[in-house]
């Protein structure tokens, strides 16, 4: 991947894309993904889950993938949840067109800003009314400014002209400021647009990127100056045309909004917009070097680092312990080597010379035995009085002789030391043998770890559509199926989303259903413009007897009714309340009577999942084959749950029931009244 950060230009195509995305939303949640990367959760009403990556130095953009953010916030996100969760986004801009963009957030009487420095290493900083730092990713001084909390935040100085403001002369006399470089590192220089962009400026002109601007024309200038208000058109009018960029493996190599020259002949790929685009060639990356990284080799790294650090440790101590036995052979050998010499040391400590004197006295005797030649000059260095040994200093060796012991028991002690060393040194040296297998069984399973991601690429693109976002579709916050003819069949959930089905998403065309019950959800069946067939007819009434309180107090059939949205009304007789996800019924009813209380989960097998669906027995039998039929009964809760996987994983295929057998309750759960049934064997 090439793409390290963006341009200006991009960065005005993205702010373009996003004022009408983000502004007038509302900040839900706020997640840090790592040290530099934080995303908004915003929600708009009437609009799909929106969020907004922000990482310092890179990017900005929506994306439609969902990450696992760390399971402790860091202490950044932190502080933005406590002034922004629950904010209003009012406005979104580039400054300057530089590479830096604003948010302007308000919450009740309080306003707030987020700088987003995209240049750099960049930085995320959150400001309050006053401009005053209140928080940042980074906080450091530089020689012309500071990001220091409390103080006013300062943007970075610069030299680049802003493409949108400059003047034809403007563009002239800034370029004459750089009239010994080639034309188009100028340009770049000039406007702060970058060398591709630069290119791309100079090849609609007509003009060679490399040639000088004494070289130049007047009109080589005006062409110059009207390429780049054609570019800008471009960005302002929302004309752009975004592509992801191939290599010869298909792999991104960059990402545009608009055609460039540069790429004319590379394999590409076009998004509908700038923001898919990015989320697009970012989350490849994102998944491979953070996801498989972080979920499938981060505890393996962490062994090996550890085992890493238990092999440092063991060789320090086998390299003591090979000083220890060398050095204490060697002061014994040597007692023995110098035996007469020490000897004659140890006999003036002997029991009758210590006789009536103290050890003062004694070591005064051996310093004047010294001077007078009868022991080595250097051969005592000093006493230690309290230990009773001698230091001593032969060949360059030192070591304590203790007064109380003879030569042989002086020689042995150090032997003994040196014995247990290397006693000592075999067992941490098996102990070393066995790490370093170990480390070598750990680098062999990580290798193969990180290759299994470079050499399955279909594995990788499985990962990528689990973490993406599924964007529900209106009907898919309530209950529905689809009708054996096609039709959509919705159904309220509880009083509130009663209420919102038939306001909000029911119109004049559709006809609506009610178990003749108190107790039961309002149940449409969306017929557009097409004509409604008595299949469809009977499969709603079955889902809206299933879905009442028949189910629960165990019927085997209930009376369902039918009418148009047009006979519903919040308005009941006078002095009459209806109560929330009520309506009234005026006019005539139209009837199925004995409808029986049944219901069908089956299962679908797609391309990598497995999913469930759940409706009338006809309507399920019309999508699969592998389906279990439910009737009102006393099996509930977890327990029926359970019963119903496992009763459609003996009718699913071996390939499918893997899959079935790891499904989450709550995929099925939805699809039963009640969480209370009874199985109907075949």
Partial sequence: MSKKDFSSFEIAVIIQELKSKITKSRINKIYQYDKKTVVLKLHKKDNPQIRLVMEAGKRLHLTSYLLNPPKIPPNFCMILRKYLNGAWIE?????????????????????????????????????????????????????????IRNEIYQFPPTNSKNPYKISQEEL??????????????????????GGIYSEEILYRANIKKNILYKDLKYSDFEAIFLSIQDILSVIKDSKINPRLILDKKNQFIDVIPIELYRYKTSNFKIE???????????????????????????????????????IDEQKNYLESQKKTINLNKNIGDIIYSQS???????????????????????????????????????????????HLLANIKINNMKFSLNLRKNIFENAAEYYDISKKARQKSEGAFSALQLSLKKREDLRKKLQKKIDSFKTEPEQILVELEKRKIKTKRW???????????????????????????IKKHTDGKDLVFHA?????????????????????????????????????EGAASSDVYWVTPNQLSKSGPSGEYVPKGGFMVYGKRNWMRNVPLKLAIGGIHGDSNLTFIGGPISAIKALTKYYVILIPGEMKGKELIK???LSLVEKLPKEMRKKALKTSPEQVREFIPYTKARILKD
């Fill in 643 to 645: 019963m119903v996987i």
């Fill in 91 to 147: 406005k979104i801009e580039q400054f300057e067109f530089e590479r830096i963009v604003l948010l302007y957030l308000r919450k009740k009487n309080e306003n707030w800003k987020i700088i987003l420095e995209l240049f750099g290493e960049g930085n995320i900083i959150l400001l309050d009314e006053a401009n005053k730092i209140l928080q940042a990713l980074i906080f450091k001084k530089m020689r012309d400014r500071n990001i």
């Fill in 340 to 386: 007469n010499i020490l000897q004659l040391l140890l006999d003036l400590f002997s029991p009758h010379k210590r006789s009536g004197k103290d050890w003062a006295t004694l070591f005064k005797e051996v310093f004047d035995a010294k001077k007078k030649g009868k022991i080595p000059e250097k051969l005592v260095e000093s006493f230690d009085s309290e």
């Fill in 272 to 310: 509908k917009t700038f923001n898919k685009a990015i989320d697009e060639f970012f989350i490849k990356d994102t998944i491979k070097e953070k996801t498989f990284s972080a979920e499938k080799t981060n505890k393996l790294q962490k062994n090996l680092e550890q085992i890493d650090r238990i």
């Fill in 172 to 193: 002239i006399q800034g370029l004459t400021q750089t009239s010994n470089i080639e034309i188009v590192r100028a340009i770049a220089r000039l406007l702060g647009i």
């Fill in 516 to 552: 003749d019950i108190i107790g039961a959800p309002f149940v449409v069946l969306k017929l557009g413009e097409k004509v409604v067939s008595e299949r469809s007819l009977l499969e709603a009434s079955e889902f809206a007897a299933a879905l009442s309180r028949s189910w629960r």
């Fill in 475 to 501: 009907y898919e916050k309530f209950r529905w199926f689809k009708t054996s003819d096609g039709f959509l069949v919705v159904a309220g959930k509880d009083s509130i989303s009663n209420e919102v089905l």
